[in-house]
């Protein structure tokens, strides 16, 4: 005699529902993982920049023997003091030699300067003495020099202004002076930076 189910449901219908119930339940939380996945991929992103530009200033101090041609001298020996003597180059017991340089700002300087003068000598001649005043004007003789002022600091405050300074050199008398002798005395000048022009 042959057994029958009660339920009147095959069983493979049976097995068929509840893995359709299986199904649907793992597609719906599928489906929630797939909106979540799809909101982190539209999230909005943004960004700032910000950037400075920078240059550097430009500045420098340049000198001239007569006043209108200015030329920047930055290593020794720089330029040539020709000096008020017919022949600098054969001083004679007692003779005083002058000669005035000026020193202004290099025209594309946007800095002001403040200068300091030092006066050297590796190699003087025996005899011979040195010293600088600082002038009005360009003129240098024994009475601007006599005039001007003994400092060895200037500013240079605007591109128009520029500074005079009167070199003077003494040779010693016969007791003092060698003879057949040469040497050089050098002067700098040292700018460091100031105010904005």
């Excluded at 339940?25 to 999230?43: E, F, P």
């Excluded at 992103?45 to 041609?69: L, M, P, Q, V, Y």
Aim: proline share 3%; with cysteine; glycine share 10%.
């Amino acid at each position: 005699m042959t057994q029958e189910h009660n339920s009147g449901v095959p069983e493979n219908s049976q097995a068929k529902k509840r893995f359709g119930t299986k199904a649907k339940a793992i597609l719906a939380g599928g489906l929630v993982l797939g909106v979540g996945a799809a909101i982190t991929l539209a999230a909005w992103t943004d960004t700032e920049w910000a950037t400075g530009f920078f240059s550097t200033g430009k500045f420098g101090i340049e000198g001239s023997t007569d006043g209108s041609a200015w030329t920047s001298h930055p290593d020794s020996p720089g330029a040539t003091l020709m000096f008020s003597a017919a022949t600098p180059t054969d001083l004679t017991p007692g003779d005083v030699v002058y000669e005035g340089y000026a020193i202004r700002l290099d025209q594309d300087s946007t800095k002001a300067a403040d200068v300091t003068v030092t006066q050297s000598s590796t190699t003087p001649i025996a005899g011979t003495t040195a010293d600088f005043r600082l002038t009005s004007a360009l003129t240098c003789d024994a009475t601007s020099f006599d005039a001007g002022t003994s400092s060895a600091t200037f500013s240079l405050a605007s591109l128009s202004a520029v500074q005079y300074v009167c070199m003077k050199v003494t040779a010693g008398d016969q007791a003092q002076l060698a003879k057949d002798g040469s040497g050089s005395f050098s002067w700098q000048f040292a700018a460091t930076s100031g105010a904005t022009l």
